[in-house]
């Protein structure tokens, strides 16, 4: 199993959906995973490309059935990983990418043990605020949470993930390189 499921885990900022988008065209045997969530649509979303949109009872219905590898609540919002989306991937003989916290990352872990973990560290705490505050897209506020929880974040992941590879991605390239050559050998 361990050649078929990637999981890449980062604090906000650090670069993930970036590489990821920059990558995973050039593998036409991998699919970017799809996850389930209970939050609204934003425009231009579509159901089954971006997320599995659910109902609040539609996710319960999931968790209570044993049919999520892991699940999260998020402000107010539940996220989690549909067991049939990826079954269904692996039939197809598909390699499978996913988008995990580092939390996420460690229940994922319980159900697929051997999945590859990729770790994606910005270079330094100073980058990673100057990212976000680049984005132009958050408050003051939500940027000193995201700067707080990226520290307990890549905390977690060095004390406790299970990550076989770490890329830094101070340079995009550099750091493309890294994730396909990462990609090329499972």
Not at 114 to 119: V, Y
């Amino acid at each position: 199993m361990n050649n078929k499921l990637f999981v890449m885990s980062a604090a906000s900022g650090a670069g993930k959906t970036t590489l990821k988008d920059k990558v995973i065209g050039e593998f036409p045997d991998i699919v970017y995973s799809i996850s389930a969530t209970t939050r609204k649509p934003r425009e231009g979303e579509v159901n089954g490309v971006h997320y599995f949109f659910k109902t609040k009872e539609e996710f319960e219905k999931l968790i209570k059935e044993d049919g999520l590898i892991e699940w999260n609540e998020v402000h107010g919002n539940y996220y989690g990983t549909p067991k049939f989306f990826v079954e269904d991937m692996l039939r197809q003989g598909k390699r499978v990418l996913f988008d995990l916290d580092v939390f996420g990352k460690v229940n994922f872990d319980k159900v697929y043990p051997d999945a590859t973990g990729i770790l994606i560290m910005p270079p330094s705490a100073e980058e990673l605020e100057r990212r976000l505050r680049g984005r132009g897209t958050d408050s003051e506020e939500v940027i000193q949470v995201r700067l707080a929880n990226a520290k307990k974040e890549i905390e977690f992941a060095k004390t406790k993930g299970k990550y076989e590879y770490t890329i830094v991605n101070d340079d995009l390239e550099k750091a493309a390189n890294e994730l396909r050559e990462i990609l090329k050998l499972k």
